[in-house]
């Protein structure tokens, strides 16, 4: 297998709420996609319904105050590791009881001491190093060390007992910390893309992999004192990727910007689905795992997320857009609808009208949102000195900063249709799978007996959108919320 190269933390109680989006400060308007998923059915699978391997390996704490830690594994007895593609950065539970008997740096041996919260102590900002093995042992562990590390963000719930403590611990990576103590402050200029790197690793600081779809369209912008993490995300709204076409936009605007264990993804959501599937799975009611599969799934629960009324008032299938210009005084109507955003979009889904245009034509022949917009006219002229910027105005008056007319209503449509079917899945552990990732899915059709035929509506292509590695005392399995925006199965579809 080799892994699709395309891979922000939900960290919520509830794993299958689709409606949070980033949890920092800067979120995707819209783009969560939720509604009220009035079609929905679960099964858990009798064929194969137990978790399988997990293992703690390391889970040490490291002291704020000199140079003393504490290996906590003996007293993990939950572990919960998630990844979403609306969240800008990574976070983790841990649920510890601790007896008094605890492994110490110093010692290196097994000894009773204090609680420690309170002889290490930890009050928030420790560095912690996690490895834990999925059912996979070796092959695909969660190892969090170096540079990697993720941070205590707070203890709650605490139990305290003379015979033991329980409490939880909270982590989050070293960027969402720095997010808080830096700002974006210059002027900005040129491609979205290359301005989003410099963000990441000039003002942010960080030294993680970034993995950027190139940008079509330049835009110049102040940062004006606002967080690394708005910025990026506000930025995401606005992309274009890249085309053969130079002289055409296409209808494919709409980018994700999210962290997972390998890093930063600034994505577009139109390469992501032109993906290869990383893994399949299959659900069936035998203990045979069928040929290609790479696991059976435990158990699952199908959302048809089709709020028509929500949609309409998001103008999902048509909007209006009134772009008016205040230099000339002139305004612009731009109509968009589903039928022009099918032409030049991948979707996961069959390539038919049929499967992607799921609403009847009453409720998609005029546009049920109308936005009022004012072009981006006069202002941020590239350049660096007040005498260059206003050469190049005057060489070009009427040319916008942004080019909302053509991007804007196809971006705003795109993020929604992202989260048309919504789908949740539990299999053994994989802790290699990362949110971004594209994954087959193989769903029978609910009837009785041992039926070996698939749903051709349910199955096919998804896109993991938010996910859960979770390692237990009794083994570890991974909960995967995936999404698509069109119904169907393609008829050729691999996995390298």
Do not use: C, H
């Given at each position: 297998m080799t892994r699709s190269p395309y891979r922000i933390s939900s960290g919520g109680s509830s794993f299958h709420d689709f409606t949070s989006t980033s949890s920092g400060d800067g979120s995707i308007g819209s783009g969560s996609g939720s509604g009220s998923g009035s079609d929905s059915g679960s099964s858990s699978n009798p064929g194969k319904s137990t978790s399988q391997g997990g293992n703690i390996e390391e889970f040490r704490i490291q002291s704020n105050i000199g140079e003393g830690d504490v290996d906590l594994s003996a007293g993990v007895t939950e572990f919960n590791y998630y990844e979403s593609v609306l969240s800008n950065h990574i976070t983790a539970t841990a649920t510890i009881v601790e007896t008094g008997n605890i492994t110490d740096s110093n010692a290196r041996s097994t000894q009773s001491i204090a609680s420690s919260l309170d002889s290490l102590p930890i009050r928030g900002g420790e560095r912690a190093n996690i490895v834990i093995d999925d059912a996979h042992a070796d092959e695909h562990k969660i190892n969090f060390g170096g540079e990697q590390s993720l941070y205590v963000n707070r203890v709650r719930n605490a139990i305290p007992g003379t015979q033991k403590d329980v409490y939880f611990l909270d982590f989050a990576s070293k960027e969402y910390f720095s997010n808080e103590l830096t700002r974006v402050v210059k002027k900005y200029e040129g491609k979205i893309s290359d301005n989003v790197g410099m963000i990441l690793q000039e003002v942010l600081g960080t030294d993680a992999n970034l993995d950027v779809d190139p940008t079509a369209l330049p835009y110049n912008f102040i940062g004006c004192d606002r967080k690394p993490f708005y910025v990026c995300t506000w930025l995401a709204s606005k992309a274009v990727p890249e085309s053969s076409n130079t002289d055409s936009i296409g209808n494919a605007a709409g980018y994700l910007f999210y962290q997972t264990k390998d890093g930063f993804h600034f994505k577009s959501i139109d390469k992501l689905f032109s993906g290869t599937p990383y893994r399949k799975f299959v659900y069936n009611n035998t203990e045979k795992m069928p040929?290609?599969?790479?696991?059976?799934?435990?158990?699952?629960?199908?959302?048809?997320?089709?709020?028509?009324?929500?949609?309409?008032?998001?103008?999902?299938?048509?909007?209006?857009?009134?772009?008016?210009?205040?230099?000339?005084?002139?305004?612009?109507?731009?109509?968009?609808?589903?039928?022009?955003?099918?032409?030049?979009?991948?979707?996961?889904?069959?390539?038919?009208?049929?499967?992607?245009?799921?609403?009847?034509?009453?409720?998609?022949?005029?546009?049920?949102?109308?936005?009022?917009?004012?072009?981006?006219?006069?202002?941020?002229?590239?350049?660096?000195?007040?005498?260059?910027?206003?050469?190049?105005?005057?060489?070009?008056?009427?040319?916008?900063?942004?080019k909302s007319a053509e991007t804007l209503a196809q971006s705003i449509m795109r993020y929604n249709q992202l989260f048309t079917v919504q789908t949740n899945i539990q299999i053994p552990g994989d802790f290699s799978i990362r949110a971004g990732d594209l994954v087959e899915c193989e769903f029978p059709y609910l009837k009785g007996g041992n039926a070996d035929e698939v749903n051709p509506q349910s199955s096919g292509i998804y896109m993991v959108a938010k996910l859960c590695h979770q390692a237990t005392a009794g083994g570890s399995v991974t909960s995967l919320g995936l999404v698509r925006d069109s119904f169907g199965k393609k008829k050729k579809e691999g996995i390298s």
């Open positions: 040929a290609g599969a790479d696991a059976k799934i435990l158990s699952y629960s199908i959302d048809r997320d089709i709020d028509l009324q929500k949609n309409l008032s998001l103008g999902v299938y048509f909007n209006r857009s009134i772009f008016f210009n205040p230099l000339s005084f002139v305004y612009e109507a731009v109509e968009y609808d589903i039928n022009k955003q099918k032409e030049g979009v991948t979707i996961a889904g069959k390539d038919n009208d049929k499967d992607f245009v799921v609403v009847a034509e009453e409720f998609s022949s005029s546009p049920s949102r109308i936005m009022n917009n004012i072009l981006d006219i006069g202002t941020l002229p590239s350049g660096v000195t007040s005498e260059k910027q206003l050469e190049e105005w005057k060489n070009d008056k009427e040319n916008p900063n942004f």
